[in-house]
């Protein structure tokens, strides 16, 4: 432990299994919190193997909805991932309380990442609700646990199963991108079965090309999985002990305090103008507009806010209305489409 400690600070034990632990750590150079995995006694071997695996494949990739790694070391073996403050979709909504528009954003974002894995030719292999966390203040969807993930170019005949989102072809050692497809669709089908009662049947027959028992049979175009989503855009607004919602848009939509806003934002601070901003959509793109506003509309590029006047809407896109250099951003809002 003497290398690890240097470097580190352990704060507690999240989990355990038979090859490796799980700590909430400091990481020292930048301070912020971390996520640690270090053998268990006796596993080093095995734990090493496992982590330099998820490493090559998760040090090549930047998406917002991919865990991030930090660093690895090969000597006493341990892998350091980005820490996100929230909890796994299973006890997120596990239960009928979170609302549809919630779900539907998870779905987006997911898609939006398995997407983003397959082009860069890599498979997760184990797509399920436990292996997606959902941040708390953003209802950002991370994608984690790639431990059994896999360029799709190696051999890798590993057998796998891991309940009832894991694909009967596993067992057998033979996975592709239609593994993955397939775990996406269960997703899909936990996430709203129980919030569609009226449109199960529906449900089941869209998803139903991702999920066959024949994998040579199932489609692994995931575009076509949209058809279950809404049509029109979500606009996630979060504050903390101020707002907390999510909202759909239409056409054309305004931003805003005032009664003229389809938005509503309730601002008792009156940092947010009656029209603040403007959502419109223009050909196959949604545009957001500035509505000379006080404050400002504010576009977040990796955490770095800039006032902009107008700007292309994209999927995971991060804006304001409002910033400043002591208090930062306000009314935080994330675009899914």
Do not use: C
């Given at each position: 432990m003497s290398v690890l400690d240097n470097k580190y600070r352990t704060l507690s034990l999240l989990s355990k299994n038979e090859v490796s632990?799980?700590?909430l750590g400091e990481y020292m150079p930048t301070g912020r919190y971390v996520i640690i995995k270090i053998p268990?006694?006796?596993?080093?071997?095995?734990?090493?193997?496992?982590?330099?695996?998820?490493?090559n494949v998760l040090v090549g990739l930047d998406h917002p909805n991919i865990v991030k790694v930090i660093d690895f070391s090969n000597s006493f073996p341990y892998l350091v991932l980005e820490y996100i403050d929230g909890e796994n979709a299973l006890l997120t909504y596990g239960n009928n309380s979170a609302p549809l528009d919630e779900r539907y954003a998870v779905l987006l974002q997911l898609h939006d990442a398995i997407k983003y894995l397959h082009l860069n030719n890599f498979i997760h292999r184990d797509i399920k609700p436990s292996n997606v966390i959902i941040e708390k203040?953003?209802?950002?969807?991370?994608?984690?646990?790639?431990?059994?993930?896999?360029?799709?170019?190696?051999?890798?005949?590993?057998?796998?199963?891991?309940?009832?989102f894991s694909p009967p072809e596993l067992l057998?050692?033979?996975?592709?991108?239609?593994?993955?497809s397939y775990g996406l669709a269960k997703l899909a089908l936990f996430l709203l079965l129980e919030k569609l009662p009226d449109e199960k049947i529906t449900l089941f027959n869209r998803l139903e090309p991702f999920m066959r028992e024949d994998y040579n049979k199932?489609?692994?175009?995931?575009?076509?999985?949209?058809?279950i989503m809404p049509k029109k855009p979500l606009v996630y607004f979060y504050q903390d002990?101020?707002?907390?919602?999510?909202?759909?848009?239409?056409?054309?939509?305004?931003?805003?305090?005032?009664?003229?806003?389809?938005?509503?934002?309730?601002?008792?601070?009156?940092?947010?103008?009656e029209v603040h901003a403007l959502i419109k959509k223009e050909n196959d793109d949604y545009i957001i507009y500035d509505s000379k506003s006080i404050n400002?509309?504010?576009?977040?590029?990796?955490?770095?806010?800039?006032?902009?006047?107008?700007?292309?809407?994209?999927?995971?896109?991060?804006?304001?209305?409002?910033?400043?250099?002591?208090n930062g951003p306000y009314m935080t809002f994330r675009f899914f489409v």
């Open positions: 632990s799980v700590f268990m006694p006796g596993q080093e071997k095995i734990a090493l193997d496992r982590f330099e695996k998820e490493y203040h953003t209802k950002r969807a991370v994608l984690s646990d790639f431990e059994t993930a896999m360029d799709i170019k190696v051999q890798d005949n590993t057998r796998i199963h891991s309940g009832d057998m050692g033979i996975s592709g991108y239609f593994t993955d199932r489609s692994v175009y995931l575009d076509s999985m949209l058809s002990n101020i707002v907390n919602r999510m909202y759909s848009i239409n056409d054309e939509a305004k931003i805003g305090r005032g009664k003229e806003s389809e938005v509503k934002i309730d601002d008792v601070n009156a940092y947010v103008d400002g509309l504010w576009l977040s590029d990796k955490g770095n806010f800039t006032r902009i006047a107008q700007h292309i809407l994209r999927n995971n896109d991060i804006l304001s209305l409002g910033w400043n250099s002591r």
